[in-house]
């Protein structure tokens, strides 16, 4: 299971990326879930331009730092990247870096998907795959989101908007305030839903304003395909 050279980024990447005016990175950076030579694996990309080596870690290779070594662009772009055959969707992972100063360090995956549950901090392989069932909403959202019509955002923080008595201490799931969500915004009378910061961070009292993994939506109320379904059920009854 050794590290094959393969790579994501084209040359007209690499030029965008160079440059500033790369503004779908996260398509390229992370751990991807593709198939190789007909073999199943995760691509893996990190920049880090001044690294001496970077490799991955994880529970598929017992956390070993020099087993999985990433290769180095021949370019000047400073990305290290890779393809692990059989490298599966949940795999927990981190990169283990020998940065400028020959010091060991570990860091979580900056462009990863989905993250372990706080306090934990590794980055888990995922994807963001799902069946949308929107479509009525998208046809009408340019009039309902239309200059001349009413418009009443609901702000709220998704840890602590609703708790069950049963079990105060625990946060709802994504599909848990979904389903009390959205018959409330209703009665209300809102329009819209805004949503205080949902991706990962790793203290709770910050209600989301400390974040480490900016792509990925907290663990704490289950995976980035629940989410998407929160927001399903939000435009399922025209609220944006």
Same mark, same amino acid.
Do not use: C
């Given at each position: 299971?050794?590290?094959?050279?393969?790579?994501?980024?084209?040359?007209?990447?690499?030029?965008?990326?160079?440059?500033?005016?790369?503004?779908?990175?996260?398509?390229?950076?992370?751990?991807?879930?593709?198939?190789?030579?007909?073999?199943?694996?995760?691509? &893996?990309?990190?920049?880090?331009?001044?690294?001496?080596?970077?490799?991955?870690? *994880?529970?598929?290779?017992?956390?070993?730092?020099?087993?999985?070594?990433?290769?180095?662009?021949?370019?000047?772009?400073?990305?290290?990247? *890779?393809?692990?055959?059989?490298?599966?969707?949940?795999?927990?992972?981190?990169?283990?870096?020998?940065?400028?100063?020959?010091? %060991?360090?570990?860091?979580?995956?900056?462009?990863?998907?989905?993250?372990?549950?706080?306090?934990?901090?590794?980055?888990?392989?995922?994807?963001?795959?799902?069946?949308?069932?929107?479509?009525?909403?998208?046809?009408?959202?340019?009039?309902?989101?239309?200059?001349?019509?009413?418009?009443?955002?609901? %702000?709220?923080?998704?840890?602590?908007?609703?708790?069950?008595?049963?079990?105060?201490?625990?946060?709802?799931?994504?599909?848990?305030?979904?389903?009390?969500?959205?018959?409330?915004?209703?009665?209300?009378? &809102?329009?819209?839903?805004?949503?205080?910061?949902?991706?990962?961070?790793?203290?709770?009292?910050?209600?989301?304003?400390?974040?480490?993994?900016?792509?990925?939506?907290?663990?704490?109320?289950?995976?980035?395909?629940?989410?998407?379904?929160?927001?399903? %059920?939000?435009?399922?009854?025209?609220?944006?």
């Amino acid at each position: 299971m050794k590290v094959l050279a393969y790579s994501l980024f084209s040359d007209f990447d690499i030029s965008l990326f160079v440059s500033g005016k790369h503004f779908r990175l996260y398509e390229k950076f992370g751990a991807h879930l593709i198939n190789v030579n007909n073999t199943n694996g995760t691509y &893996f990309s990190v920049w880090a331009p001044n690294a001496q080596a970077v490799g991955v870690i *994880g529970d598929f290779n017992e956390w070993d730092r020099i087993s999985h070594p990433l290769n180095r662009r021949l370019d000047s772009s400073g990305i290290w990247e *890779g393809f692990i055959p059989n490298v599966a969707k949940g795999t927990i992972y981190k990169y283990a870096i020998r940065d400028f100063n020959g010091q %060991e360090i570990e860091k979580g995956d900056p462009y990863a998907s989905r993250w372990e549950h706080p306090p934990r901090t590794a980055s888990l392989v995922w994807d963001t795959d799902y069946t949308w069932k929107d479509k009525p909403w998208l046809k009408k959202r340019p009039k309902l989101n239309a200059l001349n019509k009413p418009m009443s955002v609901y %702000e709220l923080h998704l840890g602590s908007w609703q708790r069950d008595p049963s079990e105060p201490k625990r946060v709802l799931t994504y599909k848990e305030i979904a389903a009390s969500l959205v018959p409330y915004i209703l009665d209300m009378g &809102f329009t819209h839903v805004e949503l205080m910061p949902i991706m990962e961070y790793p203290y709770y009292p910050s209600w989301g304003y400390q974040i480490t993994g900016y792509f990925a939506a907290s663990s704490r109320h289950g995976t980035p395909q629940e989410l998407m379904f929160l927001i399903e %059920e939000l435009h399922k009854s025209n609220i944006g």
